[in-house]
């Protein structure tokens, strides 16, 4: 097969729908991950020959053992790997319990980074292969009320930003894609709360996870544009290691760099005299 194959974690809904659609277009081979059988069945009988569906437990180690095990014995390789899977939440820190934590990081970071140790043995056989990691403008710059996932985020850019200088030279690149707010489901039903509300963060936690919801369906960023932006990076000479994706991620993003240059600067002498002389 000489059109690449993809392998897409999450393709029900969203961003993730969208890329599988945007990559069966352009002619790739998809392999498109659901949670139900159901979905897999029904996304098979569309797309005879073109891709193939499988069931996935992002947050189950044997799962994603057997999926790509599968893939490998029936397809040889894996081109392009993009780890989109995840959940949203949102809470103030204090609010949200261990539980409610682990249920985040799970999927966002466990799951992705099991996904992304299973699939390399094969990829540095080859000596080439791409692994696209779906974060967030919230992967770089955190919100009240946001904390849990930004964390699970900031997890993700940390150790794919290491894993990049890591598996450079044996020919596999990694791309870290950081959507602002896209007109998908996150936040509609899917969304996850903490089930814990304290009247004191109403003004700054309680104010963002009104605002999301208010927002659902009315996001300025289009999934298809930002597939074809995917699409485009996988296939530039010049690729970067991040990529932004709408007007509100160039913002907030902007801003995060502002704030950690000025830190920087205010603090440089406190910091040069922390030394030995």
Known sequence: MKNKIWLITGISSGLGKALAE????????????????????????????KAKAMVLDITNEESIKNCVEKI???????DVLV??????????????????????????????????????PFMRKEKKGHIVQISSHGGVKAFAGFGIYNASKFALEGFSEAMAQEVAPLGIKVSIV?????????????????????GDYS????????KLKGVNGKQEGDPIKASKAII????????TLRLPLGKVALMTIGM??????????KNRKI?????YD
């Open 83 to 120: 780890n989109n899977a995840g959940i949203g939440f949102v809470g103030a820190v204090e609010e949200t319990s261990l539980e409610e934590v682990r249920s985040v990081f799970e999927p966002n970071f466990f799951g992705t980074l099991k996904m992304t140790q299973t699939v390399l």
């Open 232 to 239: 485009n990076l996988i296939n530039s000479k010049n690729q």
């Open 203 to 210: 003004e700054t936690a309680g104010a963002f996870r009104t």
């Open 72 to 78: 490998i014995s029936d397809y040889s390789k894996i």
């Open 22 to 49: 945007s990559v069966i277009e352009k002619g790739d081979f998809v392999i498109g991950t659901f949670r139900q059988e159901s979905q897999v069945e029904e996304f098979n009988k569309k797309y005879t020959k």
């Open 178 to 198: 950081e959507p602002g707010p896209f007109r998908t489901n996150f936040a509609g039903n899917r969304l996850g709360q903490a089930e814990k509300v304290i």
């Open 271 to 275: 910091a040069e005299s922390a030394v």
């Open 256 to 265: 995060k760099l502002d704030s950690v240059k000025s830190d920087l600067e």
